[in-house]
């Protein structure tokens, strides 16, 4: 608790979305027996298209539209969490090799990185490679984990979700202390890669790899949370997993607290000056240079979303708002270390004074943009090309050419040489926000949406 209301007065949030992406994997791949996991999965979201502005329009957010979580089934499916836990818990303990139904597919991930392979995809797509989830069955995770120190057992796993269609469910393990394994993976050309680098290197307009970006993002999440909450916050004892580990319980009989998956709310708003037609980006010091986003911040205890976007605004910029209107928000699974994950709630924040007042302690500038000079920073940036990058970084990382290295250089490839200023990628909200009310149209003061294609997050 102290952590967190510590970081709930620092903009943490804005700065996780600039902050750097390290390639944390050290390289040696191998081949793996890949799955297609999404193949037969509902769509979530339509693909995104480019308007000469570079807007991006998207049914949902990355990390959101995870395809296989739609629904939380009954506990009497099969496909239930505590169903799917009660076959796991008899096939580990009988051992058996024989083909289960429900089948299951086990996700490894290291120190909060998934397994990751990667291939190029020739089908009209000119060869461009693509990074796929490195998903084991059951038997293979037992073969692999075999001599390792992590036991695979019904503590050690994490239940995800099924997909009905495939008679397939989703588990994510945490092999953290079998470090043999990256090696055996490499060997296969499958690596342990950082989520924030996948994040860069999924390419929006493909439906099954932002898929997998979610169903990874809630895997870590999950993860994280039980890294985090291993012992009881009441009276100390150590805290066992149920329900297939999507809650915890206190293991002292005297106490039996229920501990759930933590999720932080955080406000992020693009203030607005209505009258005359500007929206107030901020910078902090830990962006890359010439980045600007939205103000951001932890939402207090005791705190409505409106009052957190008035007291975050009033508290960095100086500035007063009036109306806040809640525009769409995002899981941010990728987040400051200690926090599983964050769910970042938009806003677009009218202002009521146009005075900037910058704390210097929580930014390094904010400044009043014309729509104008929005759309030029929209226009200029490269995003396609930082996340082909990226992606060709992952592809050389799996295959064993090119050790995990900074990819925080990449970002600046997003600027363009021209641009003066750009703001952060499709991946995150605050791209949307910005890029929402840069495209809406203004008749006679009013504020509607924009009629062409590229209007960004219509739909959400
Ligand atoms: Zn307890």
């Known amino acids: 608790m102290f952590f967190l209301l510590s970081l709930s007065s620092t903009s943490a ?101 998934p397994l990751v392979g990667s291939v190029c995809d020739a089908s009209g797509s000119g060869g461009k490679p693509s990074w796929h989830l490195g998903w084991l069955s059951l038997g293979e995770c037992r073969a692999f984990l075999e001599n390792s120190e992590v036991n695979l057992n019904e503590d050690s796993l994490v239940y995800l979700g099924f997909t009905a269609e495939d008679d397939d469910v989703y588990w994510a393990i945490d092999v953290s202390e079998a470090t043999g394994l990256v090696s055996e993976f490499g060997a296969r050309q499958f690596c342990f890669v950082e989520l924030r680098t996948l994040m860069v290197a999924t390419d929006w307009i493909d439906a099954k790899a932002m898929g997998e970006l979610a169903v990874a993002g809630h895997a870590r999440a999950l993860l994280e949370w039980h890294t985090s909450s291993r012992f009881c916050g009441y009276c100390g004892a150590k805290t066992v997993p149920m329900d297939a580990g999507r809650r915890k319980s206190c293991s002292n009989e005297l106490c039996k607290r229920r501990v759930y998956p933590r999720v932080d709310p955080v406000v992020i708003m693009l203030v607005i000056d209505k009258e005359n037609d500007r929206a107030l980006l901020s910078r902090q010091s830990r962006f890359v240079p010439r980045m600007w986003s939205c103000l951001a911040g ?137 890029s929402s009310w840069a495209n809406q149209v203004v008749v006679n003061g009013a504020e509607t949406h924009s009629k062409q294609p590229g209007s960004s997050l219509s739909s959400l």
């Open 298 to 434: 932890f939402i207090e205890p005791g705190e409505s979303l409106e009052e957190a976007v008035r007291r975050e605004t009033w508290e960095e910029a100086g500035i007063e708002v009036g109306e806040v209107v809640y525009h769409s928000s995002q899981p941010w699974p990728v987040g400051p270390s200690g926090i599983p994950c964050q769910l970042m709630v938009g806003f677009f924040a009218y202002a009521k004074s146009l005075e900037i007042n910058v704390d210097k302690e929580e930014l390094e500038d904010a400044k009043w943009h014309s729509r104008e000079d929005v759309k030029k920073a929209l226009t200029f940036a490269e995003y396609k090309k930082a996340q082909r990058t990226a992606a060709d970084r992952v592809d050389q990382i799996c295959k064993g050419v090119e050790k995990g290295q900074n990819l925080s250089a990449d970002f600046s490839v997003e600027s363009g040489e021209l641009a003066s200023m750009f703001i952060p990628g499709p991946f995150a909200i605050a791209h949307h926000l910005i």
């Open 13 to 113: 949030a804005g700065a996780a979305i600039a902050a750097s992406n390290f390639i944390s994997l050290s390289k040696k791949s191998l081949s793996l027996h890949y799955l297609s996991l999404i193949k037969t999965a509902r769509k979530p979201y339509s693909c995104s298209q480019f308007s000469t502005t570079m807007s991006i329009n998207l049914n949902s957010h990355a990390f959101a539209g995870n395809p296989i979580r739609l629904k939380t089934p009954k506990s009497s499916d099969p496909f239930s969490p505590t169903s799917a836990f009660q076959t796991l818990k008899t096939l580990l303990l009988s051992h058996t090799h024989e083909p289960s139904s429900p089948d299951f597919k086990v996700l490894p991930f290291r120190k909060g990185r």
